[in-house]
């Protein structure tokens, strides 16, 4: 690990590839040119580990199949296995890994038609999608800039779970909560993240949630199988009798990273968990909205997927 930090350091533009399903798709249409590939696919961040103080600990190269498929995981943070079974195929999710799902590039389909401008691809060079079709993109915290979503479903529940993200690099480590990782585009949309160059992701943390088993994961989308999230919602509802205790809600689909709906959840705490609230809620997770020409159907969408996600987290969670 030390080696392939000081390596990628050493070089101005390395990159670490390990399961590569998003990275090769880019390398081999000249997207990401590095100066030299690190293939950290053989260090040993393989491992699932169940830590003391009841966090569970997913190695950086733990696939996403192996998370999905995981007894602990399964149990006490489901709406994490089913977020990871509703994206891509069976396939990728077998290659993909889990420090790989973080760093996807958020993007749009212009950024792979190299026949249009693209300020991801090369900044100041212009966003057509503001202008052009832009049904699949933002309606929260957009920029001119850039107005592509984030377009994992693993990093949704990673954003309601409140995970941390560990990295490191020849200065050493550092833990980097989950709502810090991805930016949103303002004038630099080419930085998905905040990570500093040469940093490596080690692994993720999850910390314990006592209602985390209600948590559901719901996905709408315009097909069923391997296509993005046109909105999706991670949910997780403490319910005590009628009364909601805690709650947790974020968003996929809508934002250039995976979106925290904190003044709703500030809301829902102490309410009746009834549709009247829940439809409270999606307004104020909504307040802000700026859809795009083609996008204004993504509010209304986002605001059913908000109430759905809840009323069926306070049943008990389970299959939305
Ligand atoms: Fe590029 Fe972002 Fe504009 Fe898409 S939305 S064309 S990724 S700058």
Same mark, same amino acid.
């Given at each position: 690990? %030390?080696?392939?930090?000081?390596?990628?350091?050493?070089?101005?533009?390395? #990159?670490?590839?390990?399961?590569?399903?998003?990275?090769?798709? *880019?390398?081999?249409?000249?997207?990401? %040119?590095?100066?030299?590939?690190?293939?950290?696919?053989?260090?040993?961040?393989?491992?699932?580990?169940? #830590?003391?103080?009841?966090?569970?600990?997913?190695?950086?190269?733990?696939?996403?199949?192996?998370?999905?498929?995981?007894?602990?995981? =399964?149990?006490? $943070?489901?709406?994490?296995? *089913?977020?990871?079974?509703?994206?891509?195929?069976?396939?990728?999710?077998? #290659?993909?890994?889990?420090?790989?799902?973080?760093?996807?590039?958020?993007?749009?389909?212009? $950024?792979?038609?190299?026949?249009?401008?693209? !300020?991801?691809?090369?900044?100041?060079?212009?966003?057509?999608?503001?202008?052009?079709?832009?049904?699949?993109?933002?309606?929260?915290?957009?920029?001119?800039?850039?107005?592509?979503?984030?377009?994992?479903? #693993?990093?949704?529940?990673?954003?309601?779970?409140?995970?941390?993200?560990?990295?490191?690099?020849?200065?050493?480590?550092?833990?980097?909560?989950?709502?810090?990782?991805?930016?949103?585009?303002? !004038?630099?949309?080419?930085?998905?993240?905040?990570? %500093?160059?040469?940093?490596?992701?080690?692994?993720?943390?999850?910390?314990?949630?006592?209602?985390?088993?209600?948590?559901? $994961?719901?996905?709408?989308?315009?097909?069923?199988? $391997?296509?993005?999230?046109?909105?999706?919602?991670?949910?997780?509802?403490?319910?005590?009798?009628?009364?909601?205790?805690?709650? =947790?809600?974020?968003?996929?689909?809508?934002?250039?990273?995976?979106?925290?709906?904190?003044?709703? &959840? &500030?809301?829902?705490?102490?309410?009746?968990?009834?549709?009247?609230?829940?439809?409270?809620?999606? %307004?104020?997770?909504?307040?802000?909205?700026?859809?795009?020409?083609? !996008?204004?159907?993504?509010?209304?969408?986002?605001?059913?997927?908000?109430?759905?996600?809840?009323?069926?987290?306070?049943?008990?969670?389970?299959?939305?």
């Amino acid at each position: 690990m %030390e080696d392939a930090v000081n390596r990628a350091v050493a070089k101005q533009d390395s #990159m670490f590839i390990a399961g590569g399903t998003n990275l090769v798709d *880019r390398l081999k249409v000249f997207l990401d %040119e590095p100066s030299q590939l690190i293939d950290i696919s053989r260090l040993q961040m393989h491992q699932i580990s169940p #830590m003391t103080d009841g966090s569970i600990r997913l190695g950086a190269l733990v696939t996403n199949t192996t998370v999905a498929d995981h007894q602990q995981i =399964r149990r006490d $943070y489901p709406l994490l296995a *089913r977020a990871i079974l509703s994206g891509a195929s069976q396939q990728i999710r077998n #290659m993909a890994t889990v420090g790989g799902n973080l760093l996807q590039r958020t993007r749009c389909p212009y $950024y792979y038609d190299t026949a249009f401008p693209c !300020n991801k691809r090369q900044p100041g060079a212009g966003c057509p999608a503001v202008t052009g079709i832009n049904r699949g993109h933002a309606i929260l915290g957009a920029s001119e800039h850039c107005v592509a979503v984030q377009p994992s479903d #693993m990093c949704v529940a990673l954003a309601a779970l409140d995970a941390v993200v560990e990295v490191v690099s020849p200065q050493g480590q550092r833990q980097i909560p989950f709502a810090d990782f991805h930016r949103l585009p303002e !004038n630099t949309p080419q930085q998905d993240t905040n990570l %500093e160059p040469g940093e490596l992701i080690t692994g993720v943390t999850l910390p314990p949630l006592s209602f985390a088993q209600s948590g559901v $994961y719901l996905k709408l989308r315009d097909r069923t199988s $391997y296509s993005f999230a046109l909105v999706s919602v991670a949910a997780a509802v403490n319910l005590v009798g009628e009364q909601i205790q805690d709650v =947790r809600l974020a968003m996929g689909g809508v934002a250039h990273k995976p979106w925290r709906a904190t003044a709703a &959840e &500030e809301f829902l705490i102490g309410k009746p968990a009834d549709i009247a609230t829940f439809t409270q809620a999606a %307004e104020i997770a909504l307040q802000g909205a700026k859809p795009l020409a083609h !996008n204004h159907y993504k509010v209304e969408l986002t605001k059913r997927a908000i109430r759905r996600a809840l009323k069926v987290s306070t049943q008990g969670g389970g299959i939305v």
